[in-house]
């Protein structure tokens, strides 16, 4: 007797399959069941089918229910303009800086200044080290100018990863906007905005992929800042990343990258350093 | 803001559905809801894209299987045990073999859900994919095939195929089918 592994080929037992899709008709149905009863294996591999079926539908998780919450706050934080204050971020520092002024008694516009006087300050004593970071990734050496720290736009959407202090995009426009808290000025010693650019010639769509991102194609889209040329700047905490661009969906290493690993699998990841 | 609410209306709809389908990639949980947020943010953004040719439903499923594919695209190189890793990879369970199994032995549901666990662990993306669409989602196969862009029969031989790589992996755990 012949049973129902003989009949596979291919894609299987075509019957088995039609059976399990509801597609044979009645007489063929009835044969195929008459099939089963003369063919063990045949009614023991539907069951397992039958199982795997019961088996997906015990184990399946549902969303958990902060799930909606975190899409609409990501989509409202994303399409907030990057030059104003966040509601969120306004009380924040509003609150903060009553916290600073009901301390010593002085008022706001006091430490105001004295929070842009701190910001000078830490600039000035971390921005030795930055060419050094910037030169070990190999990345354009014009980045940190004064220039383009206060005119590059910045990228949104890109998050400080786990692990690292929080530090959003949004919170350090504020401080390109001249309204800098104190709170928020402090943070710059801890971020560096770095820029990416790559060459790519008749590129239609260029996405920098990364550690920072997650690896999601394309979260971090560049523009096409002159012909042929792309960039992107972020600002990231101080930390070691590695990254890729994504060129019209091939991935390409970063050929100004001095410092890069194997990924494993034929190709390097490139190295940033901050 | 009538948008706003109406999309908030598709997530609470398509949330468990999306949310199963990429928790089956994905063996942390967090990771799981992350990448099903990045999901809706994506749809939300190309709302406009969406051209009414197929379901909602399909359009949401076909960005949940690129999200999870670019995903374990990007962390490939770094092993990330965060992902159900898929045939050939590191990490990816081998199946017991016949011989090292009982031959013939009794189909219990706990064993044959640990088989099965393994076995969709062992299966390709494309294989994972079509039979979780199938399957687990009840996807007819207009739908599959509009979700992953093929056609109609192309579909079919996929889940066909995909049916019975799992029905072999069950059969290297040992079973007789």
Redesign the interface.
């Known amino acids: 007797m012949s049973d129902h592994?003989d009949r596979?080929r291919?894609?299987?037992d075509?019957e088995l399959?039609a059976y399990?899709?509801d597609e044979l008709g009645d007489g063929a149905n009835a044969d195929f069941e008459a099939r089963m009863r003369q063919d063990p294996?045949l009614a023991?591999?539907v069951?397992?089918?039958g199982?795997?079926?019961?088996?997906?539908?015990e184990?399946?998780?549902?969303?958990?229910g902060?799930?909606?919450d975190?899409?609409?706050s990501?989509?409202s934080s994303?399409s907030v303009d990057m030059n104003r204050t966040r509601p969120h971020d306004a009380a924040t520092s509003r609150s903060t800086t009553r916290r600073w002024t009901d301390l010593v008694r002085l008022p706001v516009w006091a430490w105001a200044g004295a929070g842009a006087m701190a910001a000078a300050i830490l600039f000035l004593v971390f921005q030795p080290q930055l060419p050094r970071h910037e030169g070990a990734a190999g990345v354009d050496a014009d980045v940190l100018t004064t220039d383009a720290i206060t005119t590059d736009a910045i990228v949104p959407g890109v998050a400080a990863p786990s692990g690292f202090a929080e530090a959003t995009l949004a919170d350090h426009a504020d401080g390109a906007s001249g309204a800098t808290p104190p709170d928020v000025a402090l943070s710059l010693g801890d971020t560096i905005r770095h820029r990416f650019t790559i060459e790519a010639q008749d590129a239609s769509r260029v996405c920098l992929?990364g550690?920072f991102n997650?690896?999601?194609?394309c979260?971090t889209p560049l523009e096409e800042v002159r012909t042929g040329v792309w960039a992107a700047t972020l600002e990231l905490p101080r930390g070691r990343y590695?990254y890729?661009f994504v060129v019209d969906d091939h991935?390409v290493t970063d050929p100004n990258s001095g410092v890069r690993v194997?990924?494993?699998?034929g190709?390097e990841?490139a190295v940033l350093l901050l | 803001m009538g948008d706003?609410r109406a999309?908030?209306h598709l997530?609470?709809l398509y949330?468990?559905r999306?949310?199963?389908l990429v928790?089956r990639q994905v063996s942390d949980?967090e990771l799981?809801?992350?990448l099903?947020?990045?999901v809706?943010?994506k749809a939300?953004r190309g709302l406009d894209r969406f051209r009414g040719e197929s379901r909602l439903g399909t359009w949401l499923f076909r960005i949940a299987i690129n999200?999870v594919r670019?995903?374990r695209?990007?962390?490939?190189?770094?092993a990330d045990a965060r992902l159900i890793p898929l045939e050939g990879e590191p990490g990816c369970a081998p199946p017991t073999t016949a011989t090292s199994a009982a031959p013939d032995r009794e189909?219990s549901?706990k064993e044959?859900?640990d088989t099965?666990s393994r076995a969709l662990s062992s299966l390709t993306a494309d294989q994972r994919t079509v039979l979780?669409l199938r399957?687990?989602e009840g996807l007819e196969?207009d739908e599959l095939a509009s979700t992953l862009g093929i056609s109609r029969t192309n579909a079919?031989?996929r889940?066909?195929?995909a049916?019975?790589r799992?029905?072999a992996l069950?059969r290297a755990d040992g079973?007789?089918?």
């Open positions: 592994r596979t291919g894609e299987g075509a399959h399990l899709d294996r023991r591999t069951g397992v089918l199982s795997f079926d019961r088996w997906l539908e184990t399946r998780e549902t969303a958990p902060s799930l909606r975190r899409v609409q990501q989509l994303s992929v550690s997650r690896w999601t194609v979260k590695e890729m991935w194997d990924d494993g699998f190709n990841n | 706003a999309f908030d997530v609470e949330q468990d999306i949310f199963a928790r949980f799981a809801e992350e099903t947020q990045d809706f943010v939300f999200q670019d995903y695209r990007g962390k490939r190189a770094h189909l549901e044959l859900a099965f979780l399957h687990q196969y079919k031989v889940v066909h195929r049916r019975e799992l029905l069950v079973y007789d089918l």
